[in-house]
Every structure is written in structure tokens, then in C-alpha cells.
């Protein structure tokens, strides 16, 4: 019996010598260690710190002052669960095109997957990488530049579950306001669909300049909000598949632009008095807008104080090229409305039509619109009747009202009658 005991206390202490053994510097298994995270991260590396081991609660490996070999990608401790393949990255350091950052994240690799036909396939996005890994993690100080422009402090927050991805982006300095994104990838349908929203308050119109065309003279405080779906994973197909609104509000400002200048021209001979027709910056109180698109289909809605637009067609984002047609009306408004009309033609629609670039839209007036607007003022009961009739009433001597009546129905009819 204590030949028993002593040789299970040999035996006990054997194992304890040989686990000692491997504790005490467990650096020796660099080579597995850095073998093992280049192949769950896809990333040749090398770990510059101390490896360390545990055993309670639950096994792990723990690694300090991980780097790629470029040096892109810093982490200040990696530890590996084999009870559940768990990773855990803290003080993650990245740098790549156009952001850079510091990240705390955990992901679990996930095996026997059936990921979509086009995994494989280059994009904007890594397919493969979001139906064979879940995780989820959060980034502070990240900085992001697109196109020269530099947006500082953002926190970011992500989640990865079964081939769907979400990323909460919040930018407490944006263009003098605040803003917030989430963008949502479902890698499990086939093409990849797409979701972004946001929402930004406090935005300085002046500062969006860089985004805007040199012609473009705007000051006022804007909110700005929406909601978009696509699919693809390249450029190309997701602006053909775009679709979604989005809403602009603010004000008082002023404004200064091509479009708006042209929209001014077309409708001078309408106006009353020149200088509300005369080109340069508007002073307006509110704007209001909904930008509508489905695609290369657009419609825009737009009320600048008194001025009602209304426009719908094509616009190429690739080409930058519009052809859209578009109603505008000036409503009755307060004696400092940035816009004035004609009595007679107070809340009548005025046909435009643009085709061109956003730089230079092209706007003037469609001229089978403005045949067939006139021809509205001749057909008995029409809103545009009625008013003419109430201007000849207030205006013309009681002899001269009927002669007046009959010149406006024999040119009524003769537009209807004048061939395209």
C-alpha cells in the first residue's frame, strides 16, 4: 500500500515537474504561438513581448506586443481560449487606407460554413471573412480621411454573427455639427445587401464647401437625415441599386448657386420687380427638403421660404449627368420671403427643364409646358382662369372686361390647336 502511494506521489510529482517545466518559460513556444495567430488572422506576424499561460477559470495563452511584420497592425495583448476558440484582442493599433485607430475586440472563428458562391470575389468588403468569423468590438480615436477631408475622434462599434455585419460610427466633429452611421451587410443573400442610415445635426453649410462646386457660395446651420438600401460589393452595382430618402432641414441662411440662379432666370418673366429675379446669394428663413432616388431615377423636393420646387428624373453618378424636369412655384409669402411673384401667378407651377451637370444644370423653361400653362388660363374653371378673370376684374374698365375674356379664349385655342 505505500509502494501504491509512493509511486502515485512519484508520479504526481513528475507531472508537476514537467508542467513547472513548461510554465516557467513558455516563450519557448514562440514559433507554434506566432504559427497559430497567423493562421487565424490570415496575417504573417511576429510577437514581440512575453507569452504567458493560464489555466483558471479557463485555459488560455496570452501574448504581449503582437505586430504584423509591415508593422500596419499593433496589438498590446492577444489571448487565445481553446475552450471555445475564443481570441481577444486589447490595445489593437491599425493603419490602413484613409483610417486609423485603436480597438478592443473578441471573435470566434466559425467552421463548416457555407458561404455564398461569390465569397471568393473581390470587393469593397471581405465575404469569406464575414461568414467564417463572429465577433464583435469597439474602436476609440479613429481618424478617417476621404478625399483630403479629415474627421477626427469617431468611435466605432461593429457585431459579426453569422454573416451579418453591423457598424455604429458616431463623429462628435463633423463639419461643425454631429453625425452618426450605421451601416448593415447581410453577406447571406446573394448580391450582398446593403443598409445605411444616419442622421447629423449642427452641420455648418460653409464648412461642406471642399464637397460642394466652387460656384456654390451657402451659410446657414443644416440637420440631415436618411436612410438607404443597395446590393453588390463594387461600386458600380451599388449605385445602380440604390435606393432610399433622405431629408435636409434649416435654416435661416443664405444661398448662392448655378441651379439656383437659373431656376431665378426662367422664372423672371413671372416675377415682381427685377431685383427678386437678379442673380447672386438669397436670404432665406427655412429650407426644407426630401431627395428621393431608386437607381439612376431621382426626385427632389425642395421649399426654400416661398419657393416650391419639384423636380424628377435622371441623374448618372458615374457620368455626372442630369436630364430632369421640374415645377416651381412661388407661394404667397411674408413681406421678407426671399421670393416674389406676379399676383397672377402666385402658386402656379412654372415647367423648367435641366440638362447638363450638377456644376451647370442647364435649367430654362420647357416650352410645351409653358404652351400648355397658358393654355390653362383659357379653359373655363381653371385656377389659372380664375385668376386672369380676377385681374381683369380689378384692372380693366367694365367696358373692355368681355373683349379681354374673348382675346384670352382665341389664344387659349390657338395654342391648343399650334402643332409641336
Known sequence: MRKAALGIGIIAL???????????????FRPQVEALIAEQAGLDIEIRGDLGWQLLPTPAVTAQHIQTVGGEWRVDEWRYSPIGERHALRGLQFQALGANGRCDLEFTPRHNTSAASGADAPGLVPIQALHHVDGSGRCLDVRLVFSDQHFEDITAEFEVAEGAARLDL???YVYGGSASVRVEANARAEPLDWRVSFNASGLQAQELQPWLTEAVVWQAELAYEGEFKMQGNSVGELAASI??????SGGPGQMGAPFLDQIKK????????????APGPVRYKSLAGTWSIQGAAQRLNVALDN????AKGEYLLADDRLDMTAKVAIEAGSADSAFEANPLLTGISIPLRCAGTLAEPGCELDSKAVRRLLA??????S???RKVDAIIEEKLPPKQRNAARAVLRLLGGSIEEEPP
Open 383 to 385: 385656377e389659372m382662369q
Open 14 to 28: 513528475l507531472a508537476l515537474a514537467a508542467g513547472a517545466w513548461l510554465l516557467i518559460d513558455p516563450n519557448r
Open 243 to 248: 435606393v432610399g430618402e433622405s431629408r435636409l
Open 376 to 381: 390653362e388660363a383659357a379653359k373655363d374653371g
Open 307 to 310: 419657393l416650391v420646387l419639384k
Open 266 to 277: 426662367a422664372t423672371s418673366p413671372f416675377a415682381r420687380g427685377a431685383g427678386k429675379a
Open 170 to 172: 458616431q463623429a462628435p
